[in-house]
């Protein structure tokens, strides 16, 4: 039976600490901060029909999107959006809930209403920046 010496202590302790050092530096710097700006963009049939700074806003908003097939209740919550609201038949859209985070989507197929949570700035390479 091997017994684990000071010195496979002190490597382990020591290997430790060192992978914490770039985690410190990130806090030290301010690196580490999300700079990237969100926005809600939404589309109607394909066609866009609103972009809502999601970053940047603060409260409750709420508005409805009336389309040939119906309509769509919308209600944007401090950084977050979502379909509260519609008169298709299934109801998908308003279970989704809120989205926040960039890449996610909420969708109303009958209706033809798309909202798509895209960042402005961000080191993510697996994030498609808004233009």
Not at 60 to 78: C, M, P, R, S
Not at 86 to 102: H, L, N, R, W
Request: hydrophobic letters at 40%; a negative charge.
């Amino acid at each position: 039976m091997k017994f684990i010496k000071k010195a496979d202590i002190i490597l382990i302790v020591s290997l430790l600490v060192l992978s914490l050092i770039p985690e410190g530096l990130f806090i030290a710097t301010g690196q580490n901060r999300n700079t990237s700006t969100t926005n809600a963009v939404i589309t109607v049939n394909g066609k866009l029909y609103k972009t809502i700074p999601l970053s940047e806003h603060s409260g409750t908003d709420q508005f409805t999107i009336q389309t040939e097939a119906g309509y769509n209740t919308v209600v944007v919550n401090e950084h977050s959006i979502g379909i509260v609201d519609a008169d298709c038949p299934d109801k998908i859209c308003v279970s989704e809930g809120f989205i926040s985070q960039p890449g996610a989507t909420s969708v109303c197929l009958p209706h033809k209403v798309m909202i798509e949570i895209r960042a402005g700035r961000n080191e993510d390479p697996d994030i498609i920046p808004a233009h």
